[in-house]
């Protein structure tokens, strides 16, 4: 079976900080991974995805994430928060021939000017 | 066109209701999904078409019933539902192939948000 958890509700960072998300999984066999963010009262939206090969991840918006398989982790990064990327952003993973994603339980991210 | 559409937006029925939430897409994928979401929590899986066919129900009650009338439609077909049901139900596609598609991103409708009275 495979999961996901992302160890904290909220990050909170000021503008123009870096910010991490964290993201640890579990999984039989390699991982596929993905970021997904959600603004309020809207559906989802990809930001980036592993699948193989280098293990940093660049996406849209300026963000990218690290792939570290000894640590089983898929942390997202920026270099410099927004105040318009505050959201609830979700960690997912599937498994090769799953068909099926399954969700972090997501973290909240407050970026404050 | 890289947008997924779902109708209604808001959609309020009773328990005895019948209703159907619908979503397209023409971005020629072959995985549709319909996912329930309940406010701050992730999305959970309810159903994966693949090429048309049902391939994972993740033991959803029957209340609720699925179809893929076109390789572009996915419907919700909605009846007797109880109070704890109301959720924003979202529907996503993907690219498929027969050998798997896990590995490719979803593109998330903006929901439908359902409550049942």
């Known amino acids: 079976a495979q999961s996901v958890a992302q160890p904290e509700d909220q990050v909170n960072v000021a503008e123009g900080n870096p910010l991490t998300v964290k993201c640890t999984y579990s999984v039989s066999g390699n991982p596929y991974l993905f970021w997904y963010v959600q603004y309020p009262n809207r559906g989802l939206q990809f930001l980036l995805k592993y699948i193989t090969g280098d293990n940093l991840v660049k996406g849209s918006y300026g963000f990218e994430a690290e792939f570290n398989k000894s640590q089983t982790s898929f942390h997202l990064k920026k270099p410099s928060a927004l105040v318009s990327d505050s959201a609830l952003y979700f960690c997912a993973v599937s498994q090769r021939g799953g068909n099926k994603l399954v969700f972090g339980a997501g973290t909240i991210l407050r970026v404050k000017s | 066109d890289t947008e997924v559409t779902q109708t209604p937006k808001h959609l309020v029925m009773g328990m005895t209701n019948k209703k159907s939430l619908k979503c397209e897409q023409h971005?020629?994928?072959?995985?549709m999904y319909w996912y329930k979401q309940k406010a701050k929590k992730p999305p959970e899986l309810m159903f994966v078409?693949?090429?048309?066919?049902?391939?994972i129900n993740e033991s959803v009650p029957s209340r609720f019933s699925p179809e893929c009338p076109n390789s572009s439609l996915l419907n919700l077909h909605l009846h007797a539902l109880q109070p704890e049901d109301s959720a924003l139900y979202l529907c996503a596609s993907s690219q498929a192939s027969l050998a798997g598609f896990s590995y490719n991103e979803q593109f998330f409708g903006p929901g439908t948000r359902l409550t049942v009275l």
């Open positions: 078409y693949s090429y048309e066919k049902l391939s």
């Open positions: 971005m020629g994928h072959r995985a």
